[in-house]
């Protein structure tokens, strides 16, 4: 490989280690200096196990060397978000109040990667608990979004680390969670490419929750394969998350290559484009001109009620906030994030019938969604409003979520994708929304769209080569 073996997706460098013309020790050593060298200003990383990270690449590289290859992912890197617990490590959720939470347990998506032989780079910055979508976190620092090198713009949250370090090329691929867009959020802002999972097809166990109703863990990559591959990892039955039973396996690999010919894909409303950006929905048409163009059929649907319905249906993400972190936002004395800590505590005023009834009105919108994607196989959309916004302007009591929220609350995935740049040279993204359990169809629409595309190439200005 070339001397920038950093740069590459995790499947060529997988490729790579195979053949053995790249040494599981050699990326390490590289993804170390990048990370040395670029992260005291992006702030991806709350903590890098760079010793023992090191000692798992020399011996991933020993076992590969001998014959002893677990599988075809030993010796790849991976980041983790710092809301999910590995044995023995600090998991702050980033909060500084829980920089002494050293953690009992090994979440299962952790341990499912180790076996296959990864090695976990470190934990990256999050939202404080995973509550905030655009990436700032007042005590623990808020991560650079590398595509401004002068400007601190908004990382999208609540995953901004794993964004960022992807991002950056600080880390192939890394854990993120979704609860209302805290993977799409980053990976857009951040021009990568996420996965949204269906509720239950990826075990919570062992990651501090925000809204066990609503929780979802998933990947976060610069390409559709790597993201699919991660998936295909990641996902399974775990007795130890109940909502893992029941669900038949995805197929996310054999299908990835089908294409788009002959799939109907629905386009936003037209009045649900007013509010986005006039360079955002320009990325947006170019993108299903290109879909288009591969042969499906791009068609309009009536939605049964305003996406911007979601934005105020928080009863049930924070009712659960308060019920897991109210013992916390409920001490003046402990240093947490005011915007976090109002919003939480707020959430102590909402009544058992006004949770209830979101549920219900919930259920009841997942049939008025059913009902209008009858006969179309996907729903498309941009991800976000706006491209990254100077830090300076953000208004926290806006939450910039009215093309993602709907997602979490209808039980769909979504998958986010970068789909072009604006004049200011930020990325912009195209989401790709599909029924619960149809991630395998989500990444293969994504999958064709970066075939014929090269925005998920492009290289950061913050990091340059």
Known sequence: MTDNIALAPAYVLSREIAARRLSPVDLMDALLARIATHDPKLHAFVEVYAPEARLAAEAADKAI?????????HGIPVAIK?????EGRITTGGSASRLDHRATV??????????QGMIVLGKTH????????????????????PWDADVPRTPGGSSSGSAVAVAARLAPWALGTDTGCSIRQPAAWCGITGLKTSIGRISTYGILPLSPTLDTPGPMAHTVRDVALLFDLLQG??????????????????TLEHGVRGLRLARLPSEERLGVAADVLDAYDRSLAVLSGLGAEIVDIALPFSLVEFISMTNVTMAEAYFTHGHLVEDPRLPLDEVVRSRILAASRISAQDYLATLHRRDQMKQGMKTALAGVDAFLTPTTETVAIPLSEVNQNDQPTRLTRFVNLLDMCALSLPNGF????????????????DESLALRIGQAYQQVTDWHERIPPVIGQ
């Open 106 to 115: 090994t979440a299962t998506v952790v341990r499912r990667l180790v076996s």
């Open 422 to 437: 604006t004049a200011e040279r930020l990325p912009s993204s195209l989401q790709i929304v599909c029924r619960g359990y």
């Open 65 to 73: 060397r001998s014959g002893h290859a677990v599988g075809p992912w």
């Open 126 to 145: 999050t939202v404080e608990f995973a509550c905030g979508a655009w990436g700032m976190n007042q005590h623990r620092g808020t991560p650079w979004n």
């Open 237 to 254: 039955p775990d007795p130890r998350d109940h909502r893992t039973s029941g669900h038949l396996p995805a197929d996310p690999i054999s």
């Open 82 to 86: 710092d809301i999910i617990d590995i």
